[in-house]
């Protein structure tokens, strides 16, 4: 069975610093992996994909993840964060399953950006 | 394009009383799904719908249930509601390919209040 555990629950940084989110999944199978935004009373909205194709995923609003085979992660980050990037992230894998839908969602990060 | 759909946007209710959600997909999808995230508890997988079959469903009791019609549109039904099923409900659809990576598309979702 798979997994994901975001190993923050909050993190907090200043307007213009890096954003660094973990996430680490565990999966027998090789995974697809995502991670998506919401914001305040808003649904989520996604923010890259990993299927197995090149390592560095680039995706919407400047944010970016690497897979690490290896170390089993798909941490999310961004070069400078901006005070609109403040809201939950979710991290989820996806494996091959007769239910297509077996997708597991982490815990989330808040992601606060101070001015 | 349109995006995922959902009505109504709030919906109070009392304890016992039943409430209906409605979610229609963005267009050519044909699998619809519907979360719970209620706070503090992170989403819950409830329902999957696939080309109007109920395809899985997540532990729930029986009071939540739904139905896909032939258009894919989808609503959720809550039965005897208690405190507890305050949550914000949200639906997401997927590309009717039947392969792990098609990522899930959310709605802004219903939020539900129970007095």
């Known amino acids: 069975a798979q997994s994901v555990t975001q190993l923050d629950s909050h993190v907090s940084v200043s307007e213009g610093t890096p954003v660094l989110l973990r996430c680490n999944y565990s999966s027998s199978y090789s995974p697809s992996l995502f991670w998506y935004v919401q914001h305040p009373n808003k649904g989520l909205q996604l923010l890259l994909k990993y299927t197995s194709a090149a390592t560095l995923v680039k995706g919407i609003n400047g944010f970016e993840a690497e897979f690490k085979k290896s170390e089993t992660s798909f941490h999310l980050t961004k070069p400078s964060a901006h005070m609109s990037d403040a809201a939950e992230y979710f991290c989820v894998v996806s494996v091959p399953s007769y239910n297509n839908n077996d997708m597991r969602f982490g815990a989330g990060t808040r992601l606060t950006v101070k001015p | 394009e349109a995006g995922v759909t959902q009505s109504p946007t709030h919906l109070i209710k009392t304890r016992g009383q039943q409430a209906t959600l409605r979610c229609s997909p963005i267009s050519g999808h044909t699998s619809v799904y519907w979360y719970q995230q209620a706070l503090g508890l992170g989403l819950q997988f409830l329902l999957w719908?696939?080309?109007?079959?109920?395809?899985n469903r997540g532990n729930f009791p029986p009071r939540f249930s739904g139905r896909q019609f032939p258009n894919y549109s989808s609503e959720l039904n809550v039965n005897a509601l208690e405190l507890e099923d305050s949550a914000l409900y949200l639906c997401a659809s997927s590309s009717s390919d039947r392969v792990f990576n098609q990522p899930q598309h959310f709605g802004d979702g219903t939020r539900l209040s129970i007095l």
């Open positions: 719908y696939d080309e109007g079959e109920e395809r």
